[in-house]
């Protein structure tokens, strides 16, 4: 069973920026693809940024632009850089990874921007 721990959630300020962290308990190629969801107070989860193995990534559309995926192989680690961070982001944000069929979930990270 794969570990994912996120980090970096917090509360901030309309414009500001934070860092979100996913550090996995594998070899981050061990995975087809990573990536970050958020879910809102009364909405489903959305996806929000994905990376593949080959280092393609995919936004939502609400995020282009602001948001950007990456990741730092040698500490099998993604983050998430949220920048111009606006009240509609406020979610928690979850890590997710894809191995094979299977998909495993971080426990969450809340993510508050105030306005």
């Known amino acids: 069973q794969v570990q994912l721990v996120e980090s970096g959630g917090g509360l901030v300020q309309a414009g500001g920026s934070l860092r979100l962290s996913c550090a996995a308990s594998?070899?981050?190629?061990?995975?087809?693809?990573m990536g970050w969801y958020r879910q809102a107070p009364g909405k489903q989860r959305e996806l929000v940024a994905v990376?593949?193995?080959?280092?393609?990534?995919n936004y939502a559309d609400s995020v282009k632009g602001r948001f950007t995926i990456s990741r730092e192989n040698a500490k099998n680690t993604v983050y998430l850089q949220m920048n111009s961070l606006k009240s509609e982001d406020t979610a928690v944000y979850y890590c997710?990874?894809?191995?094979?069929?299977?998909?495993?979930w971080g426990q969450g990270t809340q993510v508050t921007v105030s306005s």
């Open positions: 997710c990874a894809d191995r094979l069929s299977a998909r495993s």
């Open positions: 594998a070899n981050i190629f061990s995975f087809n693809a």
């Open positions: 990376i593949t193995r080959g280092a393609s990534t």
